[in-house]
């Protein structure tokens, strides 16, 4: 069973770098690939990067493309998100989830969605 946590949110400025983490406390029986999905005030969570289980290789989303870095620990269960060039206009609160891609939509698994972690970007 995946179960996520993020961890790592803050409060930084504008143009600053911020690293979270999503740590999979569970037994894994089965490798997956993990997805950010965060979510701006008023909207619907929104992919913003994934990895696969081996960590070598990376998908991103438009909006992030250049900016956001995703890495897998060698553990294997915490995959790090490095977010550089932080903008007040970035989404709020960070979410992981078990992700596949259905046609050219990925799609998180709604039962491994993580709490969340709050990023709050000053101008």
């Known amino acids: 069973q995946v179960r996520l946590k993020e961890s790592g949110g803050g409060l930084v400025l504008a143009g600053a770098s911020l690293n979270s983490s999503c740590t999979d406390s569970?037994?894994?029986?089965?490798?997956?690939?993990t997805g950010w999905f965060p979510r701006a005030p008023g909207k619907e969570r929104e992919f913003v990067a994934a990895?696969?289980?081996?960590?070598?290789?990376?998908y991103y989303g438009d909006s992030v493309k250049g900016r956001f870095i995703c890495s897998r620990e060698n553990d294997k269960k915490t995959v790090q998100l490095r977010m550089n060039s932080l903008q007040p206009e970035d989404p709020v609160v960070y979410y992981c989830?078990?992700?596949?891609?259905?046609?050219?939509?990925?799609?998180?698994?709604?039962?491994?969605w993580g709490p969340g972690t709050q990023v709050t970007v000053a101008s």
């Open positions: 989830a078990a992700t596949g891609l259905a046609g050219t939509t990925w799609r998180a698994d709604v039962g491994s």
């Open positions: 569970g037994r894994v029986v089965k490798g997956y690939t």
């Open positions: 990895i696969n289980w081996n960590g070598d290789s990376t």
